[in-house]
């Protein structure tokens, strides 16, 4: 993911559509990417841009999924999905997701859309069984 400072904001590439590129704030946390535009800014989280251009800040690399380990996770569970019939995978996953958090408590948004998929994780987000503020998620109880 290229990144360009500019004056007080940063221009981030599109990892699925090179060539197309988002303007960060990183102070008001903002981005004009159409996953923090229409989902993120409604539940204050930040999308992979934003987060690539904090860790830029903190000099180390960016803690994104990267294209390939999305796609990977992608076949792992339409490959589930064939063997369980795909509403038992996909509850099995939420489920899976759910325990997750409860374990820990409270996990950071990146680290759960790395260590899962971020559709799934979206699902239980609008369907409320999580939440999410400050980049951290927890289940609603």
Not at 3 to 32: N, R
Not at 50 to 73: C, F, L, R, S, W
Request: with cysteine; glycine share 4%.
């Amino acid at each position: 993911m290229r990144i360009i400072k500019l004056k007080t904001k940063y221009k981030v590439e599109s990892e699925s559509h090179p060539g197309t590129w988002y303007f960060v704030d990183p102070v008001k946390k903002t981005c004009s990417c159409p996953e923090y535009l229409f989902r993120m800014r409604k539940i204050d989280g930040i999308c992979k841009h934003i987060n690539a251009v904090e860790e830029q800040g903190k000099k180390k690399e960016p803690t994104v999924m990267t294209k390939k380990i999305k796609e990977d996770k992608k076949k792992a569970i339409k490959k589930t999905a064939k063997k369980q019939g795909e509403k038992e995978s996909k509850d099995e996953l939420y489920q899976a997701i759910i325990e997750y958090v409860r374990v820990r408590g409270s996990v950071d948004s990146i680290d759960l859309i790395t260590h899962f998929d971020e559709e799934s994780v979206a699902d239980l987000l609008r369907l409320g069984e999580l939440i999410e503020a400050n980049g951290e998620i927890r289940i609603l109880e």
